[in-house]
């Protein structure tokens, strides 16, 4: 069979009626983007884009320079497209908006531009994440509060995995799908269309570093994982922990699996440590759409209604009937299951 590139996808979607041809623009574009964002980190010391950039991002973490490279990139591919009414981003405060010289579109894109990135300097996997939203009517200078829209308005999501391949996965709400750059030709072409997640699993990822933070639901489910055979679950688990979430979410999305990062008493104050709109929602869309399942640990993550652009949340992703006993105990603690 002949392989199918990004662009002949995107083609049949078109046809399909799933996506108009702005939103096709506006995949292409990114993708490109993402290629060029490989292309640096694949230089690591060769190209001068180690270590600390010495500025910090809006939540006051520091940048890499890797961050503040990918960035730009990603702002620059996607100014002159005429896809766009403006664009996001987790390195910044506010919106950035279309150049007035440049022609807009009718798409919002949020993204961050290098996921991951504290393990740049030791050659870990890190990627990209964006995601895709309708701009409202009749908003010609769109402002913070017009992004603001839940997840299950998103109109399409991705991550790009830069690794020992370069894979971008992709979703329009109609299945979730993967693809490969060949370097020898420069496309991404499609290595698997229709993903689906596991229902169960018997691997979970969690930074355990934080045990002695977390509420009590999320000690007695973890405390069940670890007991094994011998304990409630009555199996044994295996866990891993790339401190990556696209690196993670890619396993899961791969294999099956859990994906855990749940309030603690250090982040309790700001609500969790994942953005909702750059990485929870996104994520959240593309597992869902493979037959996984995505909560806070009390609801699911895509019926959020974000209060601010760079708003965080607890986040329980992956393999359906996994999280969805995680997310009983919590709610079962709370007294909400009557």
């Given at each position: 069979?002949?392989?199918?590139?990004?662009?002949?996808?995107?083609?049949?979607?078109?046809?399909?009626?799933?996506?108009?041809?702005?939103?096709?623009?506006?995949?292409?574009?990114?993708?490109?983007?993402?290629?060029?964002?490989?292309?640096?980190?694949?230089?690591?010391?060769?190209?001068?884009?180690?270590?600390?950039?010495?500025?910090?991002?809006?939540?006051?973490?520091?940048?890499?320079?890797?961050?503040?490279?990918?960035?730009?990139?990603?702002?620059?591919?996607?100014?002159?497209?005429?896809?766009?009414?403006?664009?996001?981003?987790?390195?910044?405060?506010?919106?950035?908006?279309?150049?007035?010289?440049?022609?807009?579109?009718?798409?919002?894109?949020?993204?961050?531009?290098?996921?991951?990135?504290?393990?740049?300097?030791?050659?870990?996997?890190?990627?990209?994440?964006?995601?895709?939203?309708?701009?409202?009517?009749?908003?010609?200078?769109?402002?913070?509060?017009?992004?603001?829209?839940?997840?299950?308005?998103?109109?399409?999501?991705?991550?790009?995995?830069?690794?020992?391949?370069?894979?971008?996965?992709?979703?329009?709400?109609?299945g979730t799908h993967e693809f490969t750059l060949d370097r020898e030709v420069g496309s991404f072409i499609l290595s698997?269309?229709?993903?689906?997640?596991?229902?169960?699993?018997?691997?979970?990822?969690?930074?355990?570093?934080?045990?002695?933070?977390?509420?009590?639901?999320?000690?007695?489910?973890?405390?069940?994982?670890?007991?094994?055979?011998?304990?409630?679950?009555?199996?044994?688990?295996?866990?891993?922990?790339?401190?990556?979430?696209?690196?993670?979410?890619?396993?899961?999305?791969?294999?099956?699996?859990?994906?855990?990062?749940?309030?603690?008493?250090?982040?309790?104050?700001?609500?969790?440590?994942?953005?909702?709109?750059?990485?929870?929602?996104?994520?959240?869309?593309?597992?869902?759409?493979?037959g996984g399942a995505a909560t806070t640990g009390r609801q699911r993550i895509m019926e959020l209604q974000p209060g601010?652009?760079?708003?965080?949340?607890?986040?329980?992703?992956?393999?359906?009937?996994?999280?969805?006993?995680?997310?009983?105990?919590?709610?079962?603690?709370?007294?909400?299951?009557?």
């Amino acid at each position: 069979m002949k392989p199918v590139s990004l662009i002949q996808f995107l083609i049949e979607e078109r046809r399909a009626g799933n996506i108009n041809a702005e939103l096709s623009l506006l995949i292409e574009v990114v993708a490109r983007a993402c290629k060029r964002i490989g292309v640096a980190t694949g230089k690591g010391a060769l190209g001068g884009v180690l270590g600390e950039a010495g500025t910090g991002n809006i939540q006051g973490e520091a940048q890499k320079k890797l961050d503040v490279i990918s960035n730009e990139i990603l702002l620059e591919a996607n100014a002159w497209g005429g896809h766009l009414a403006a664009c996001a981003s987790e390195e910044m405060e506010d919106p950035q908006q279309i150049p007035d010289g440049y022609p807009k579109g009718q798409h919002l894109l949020l993204f961050d531009p290098l996921d991951g990135s504290s393990n740049i300097d030791v050659n870990i996997s890190v990627g990209t994440i964006f995601s895709v939203l309708r701009c409202p009517d009749g908003v010609t200078e769109p402002k913070a509060e017009h992004f603001l829209q839940p997840g299950t308005t998103q109109l399409a999501a991705g991550y790009v995995v830069y690794g020992p391949s370069t894979v971008l996965v992709l979703t329009f709400g109609y299945g979730t799908h993967e693809f490969t750059l060949d370097r020898e030709v420069g496309s991404f072409i499609l290595s698997r269309r229709g993903i689906r997640i596991p229902e169960a699993t018997a691997e979970f990822a969690i930074n355990m570093s934080n045990q002695r933070h977390w509420q009590a639901p999320m000690q007695r489910y973890v405390g069940e994982l670890l007991a094994g055979k011998e304990g409630p679950r009555g199996k044994d688990f295996n866990m891993r922990w790339v401190a990556s979430m696209v690196a993670d979410v890619h396993r899961i999305v791969t294999r099956g699996g859990v994906f855990y990062y749940p309030l603690d008493a250090k982040i309790e104050k700001q609500g969790g440590k994942l953005r909702l709109m750059y990485e929870a929602n996104p994520m959240a869309f593309i597992v869902e759409q493979a037959g996984g399942a995505a909560t806070t640990g009390r609801q699911r993550i895509m019926e959020l209604q974000p209060g601010g652009l760079h708003q965080r949340v607890p986040v329980f992703l992956g393999s359906k009937a996994e999280v969805e006993v995680a997310t009983h105990y919590h709610l079962e603690a709370d007294g909400a299951l009557g």
